[in-house]
């Protein structure tokens, strides 16, 4: 009974600890990995101390409950999708937040735009491979029909950063990112998060061949559309500063396929004659926590509350 009566105390505590770690960072998970455990073994060590005994292999078990525990917490933490560029901090020296990317070609390409291949690429061809424009897809095979494709488009590496066009501008308004889903990613018990910083905003005054002041004004919508097409607005801000913007939204909120879907950032306005804008890209990241809406004790709300 003594026994037991550990064991329950010690899966009260790991349980609690699960329950809670939602929205935390990697690294705050290993910290509380690390910090659970020594707390576990203190608390199993008290009530050994307490009932004067305990054999080696019931601790033994009890470590391993615990690891056993808290692993699935650790495993539930978010996972990337997909990642364009890197976030740079802009207080570090030599901050360049777009280098990475090319410049934009100033046309609003056609879906389903093309792709820039590695070398490695059975595609791949160093005299005609296509440059930056406005569709960037990961990797997979994504079939007839989507984003208009006329025929299944291999893509066995995704596209490099430098074919990610740097800035949405009042000529070339849209970035659109296509990439897979798992059907966990996609699932009902998923979360997805969206964060992007959009940095440099502009605005040039063709008729007096010079700049405007300071950054401008950018609306800027952000869209998810499934493999069906079914298109649901995620994002819509005037933006008149560098701004990080993360966004979190239940796969089941934009009826994510398991398969290819897609996100689209766009520059929707404002449009004034003889003036032209832009706002430019950091990053850009997708993650997946594919648990995080999971009801794991059973109280009919989502773990994460
Ligand atoms: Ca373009
Ligand atoms: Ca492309
Ligand atoms: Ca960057």
Same mark, same amino acid.
């Given at each position: 009974m003594l026994f037991v009566a550990r064991v329950r105390t010690g899966v009260r505590f790991l349980s609690s600890f699960v329950r809670d770690?939602? =929205?935390? =960072?990697c690294h705050q998970k290993i910290i509380q990995f690390v910090t659970l455990t020594a707390r576990f073994v203190v608390l199993v060590w008290q009530r050994n101390q307490s009932a004067n005994y305990m054999s080696l292999s019931r601790f033994v078990v009890l470590i391993l409950t615990g690891w056993l525990l808290t692993a699935q917490a650790l495993w539930a933490a978010p996972e990337s999708v997909w990642l364009i560029g890197v976030d740079e901090d802009p207080f570090a020296s030599g901050y360049n937040p777009t280098d990475e990317f090319s410049s934009e070609n100033y046309a609003n390409d056609a879906r389903p735009g093309r792709v820039t291949r590695l070398q490695g690429d059975p595609l791949y061809n160093v005299g005609s491979n296509p440059t930056a424009d406005d569709d960037f897809y990961f990797t997979g095979i994504f079939p007839i029909g989507f984003n208009g494709l006329t025929t299944n488009l291999p893509v066995p590496f995704a596209e490099p950063n430098s074919a990610w066009e740097r800035a949405l501008t009042d000529g070339d308004r849209t970035n659109r990112v296509h990439s897979f889903l798992s059907s966990a990613q996609a699932g009902a018990q998923s979360r997805l998060r969206l964060s992007f910083e959009l940095v440099y905003g502009g605005i040039w005054l063709p008729l007096l061949g010079q700049s405007g002041e300071g950054f401008g004004s950018h609306d800027i919508a952000v869209r998810f559309r499934n493999s069906a097409g079914t298109t649901t607005l995620i994002y819509s801000n005037r933006l008149d500063r560098d701004t990080r913007i993360v966004v979190d939204f239940p796969a089941s909120s934009v009826a994510a396929s398991a398969g290819p879907n897609t996100i689209e950032f766009a520059r929707v306005g404002p449009f004034t004659a003889n003036t032209g804008y832009w706002i430019q890209f950091d990053y850009a990241q997708l993650e997946a926590d594919t648990s995080a809406l999971a009801d794991a004790d059973g109280d009919g709300l989502p773990r994460w509350l």
């Open positions: 770690q939602n =929205g935390s =960072g």
